[in-house]
């Protein structure tokens, strides 16, 4: 399996004078809501910390890994909330890294006693870095044996590596989000600048760059129990996230449910010409705490046996949900309909 990867990056090293890539996704969007929407900074009264590791492809050794941090922190006074979002993704055991860092802000606008508009902005910097001695090229195979040349020997094959196997560049992007007792609806924009990342430079390669991803994302939040002293409350949340960068895009589709200290969620991922996933999630809360586990059920023709699948983990530290931060919240004379990201 592992053999089968590093042939697969090395072949398209090869044979591609341009690669464009596409943002990892978590299933779990709405435990890391500034990855979806900048607009999202500061939605809390409190600081909010969110945790993130995805494992795709589960079935081949050194897969696809990505893996996050983000804290936020509201500035009620200014009407306006902070964060920052550091973010990892690795491509076979570190042949393929790519680091994300980014600084959001929020501002939000009451439209009325039932709405209000948040606006994010959010810059940053993206680094690539290329391990190049762990590629294995066509050169370096025989159709019988398989490789005759071990990686790691940079003479082992006639490909010229490029000038610079790590390059970093400037990131911006923006959002918007309106929500409103029980519904919520938002836009995003990232790779505002299109900055070109690529590592191969030659002249089908001028002007190309890192295609600007659109994110329409919104739900509903339908109360299912009431809560109080003695029993907690339970609610559904049905929600819909669309996704298109360059030439991929994807649909998400499903609920998530909440009834005291557990939750769950069901979705179905389509890429508009082929079902791609079904996503299960469970998970528990306590106190300031929540943690989620979810699983991607491969539905292409990949099949499940030969992908594995894809496990993520999610963490999140809400101190919205601590006893000082729940009176400022019943005194607060604005409710929005944000659980599931909470």
């Not at 299109?194 to 760059?209: C, F, H, R």
């Not at 010409?273 to 998970?283: C, L, P, T, Y």
């Not at 983990?313 to 400022?328: C, G, M, Q, V, Y």
Request: proline residues 4%; aromatic residues 12%.
């Amino acid at each position: 399996m592992a053999r089968q990867l590093l042939l697969l990056i090395g072949i398209i090293f090869a044979s591609s004078a341009m690669i464009q890539a596409q943002d990892p996704i978590y299933s779990q969007f709405f435990a890391a809501p500034l990855q979806i929407n900048p607009a999202f900074a500061g939605t809390t009264l409190a600081p909010r910390i969110s945790i993130n590791y995805r494992s795709q492809w589960a079935s081949y050794e050194g897969g696809y890994e990505t893996y996050s941090v983000a804290y936020e922190q509201s500035v009620e006074g200014l009407n306006s909330g902070f964060g920052i979002m550091v973010t990892g993704d690795d491509a076979g055991n570190g042949i393929y890294k790519t680091n994300r860092f980014a600084a959001t802000y929020g501002y939000r606008v009451r439209v009325n006693n039932d709405w209000a508009l948040r606006f994010g902005i959010e810059a940053g910097m993206i680094q690539n870095r290329l391990d190049w001695n762990q590629l294995v090229f066509l050169d370096q195979l025989d159709p019988i044996t398989g490789a005759t040349s071990s990686t790691g020997d940079p003479n082992a094959t006639e490909e010229v590596p490029p000038e610079s196997l790590n390059k970093t560049v400037f990131d911006v992007g923006a959002g918007v989000l309106a929500y409103g007792k029980n519904f919520y609806g938002g836009l995003s924009l990232k790779h505002l600048n299109s900055a070109d990342e690529s590592l191969l430079e030659v002249n089908q390669n001028l002007g190309a760059g890192l295609p600007m991803r659109i994110t329409l994302h919104g739900g509903m939040e339908i109360p299912l129990l009431t809560g109080n002293i003695r029993s907690k409350q339970a609610f559904i949340s049905p929600n819909l996230l669309f996704i298109k960068q360059g030439g991929f895009a994807q649909v998400n589709g499903g609920a998530y449910f909440g009834a005291g200290h557990f939750f769950g969620g069901l979705w179905y991922r389509n890429t508009l010409k082929n079902s791609d996933a079904a996503i299960v999630m469970a998970g528990v809360r306590y106190g300031v705490f929540r943690f989620g586990y979810s699983f991607d059920f491969t539905l292409n023709g990949l099949t499940l046996p030969r992908t594995g699948g894809s496990h993520e983990l999610s963490l999140t530290i809400n101190f919205e949900d601590s006893k000082e931060a729940k009176r400022r919240r019943r005194s607060a004379d604005f409710n929005n309909c944000f659980k599931m990201f909470n």
